[in-house]
């Protein structure tokens, strides 16, 4: 059974990095058919795609977001992550990972979220 | 910037049928933008109901349909239960990004 989990600092500084991580389990990011993706949703709103990578290495971003985001990779311990520079409280969220297939292109898996806060 | 529309809230009953819609700015939706609904509990992650329009997952019950309808998607309940009181999110492909719709809070009474 494949399972995705977040992790992140929590609390992070305006104008710092906030970087989250997804942890795969039950199958390697890295032997393909499945994009893995970012998506963030600020308190009370709704849901935003940020982007996603595919196994080898390719990505693509939300135009709104592309100048600071980057996702990427870590085949060696089945993790994909997200980096967002120059953080503002607007950036404040749950951040969620979600796997969608290559095919079908449904988003089929999701993880829990984790909250990250960008307060001083 | 691409901006999909859906309902910001729809009201239906116990047994009832409503059909939430969503809509492209670019034009009618279609096949090729891979709607997909997404439900989302009070508390709780979203989840996947539907993909490609129509196509269910495993989890989906019978009850939920997915369409286009008018040049939109459509997500169709029937027998609405309590427990589909839940926020819904439409999501459309543009050739290589994914662009969320703003929900459609859903609520049975």
């Known amino acids: 059974q494949v399972q995705l989990q977040e992790s992140g600092p929590g609390l992070v500084k305006p104008s710092q990095t906030l970087s989250v991580t997804c942890t795969v389990s039950g199958r390697s990011i890295g032997s393909g058919g499945f994009y893995w993706n970012w998506i963030r949703q600020h308190p009370g709103e709704g849901l935003e795609w940020i982007g996603y990578i595919y196994h080898s290495g390719s990505t693509y971003y939300n135009p709104s977001l592309k100048s600071r985001a980057t996702i990427s990779l870590d085949t060696s311990n089945n993790q994909f992550s997200l980096t967002l520079t120059s953080v503002t409280p607007a950036d404040t969220a749950v951040y969620y990972c979600a796997r969608s297939n290559e095919f079908q292109l449904d988003f089929e898996l999701w993880g829990q979220g984790t909250l990250v806060a960008v307060s001083s | ?109």
Do not use: M
């Open chain 2, 1 to 109: 910037q691409t901006v999909v529309t859906q309902e910001p809230s729809l009201t239906v009953s116990p047994g009832g049928t409503v059909t939430l819609t969503c809509a492209s700015s670019t034009g009618a939706v279609t096949s090729g933008y891979y709607p997909n609904w997404i439900q989302q509990k009070p508390g709780q992650a979203p989840r996947a109901l539907i993909y490609s329009i129509s196509h269910k997952h495993s989890w989906t019950p019978d009850r939920f349909s997915g369409s286009l309808l008018g040049g939109k998607a459509a997500l169709t309940l029937s027998r609405v239960q309590p427990e589909d009181e839940a926020e819904y999110y439409c999501l459309v492909y543009y050739g290589g990004g994914w662009v969320f719709g703003g929900g459609t809070k859903l609520t049975v009474l």
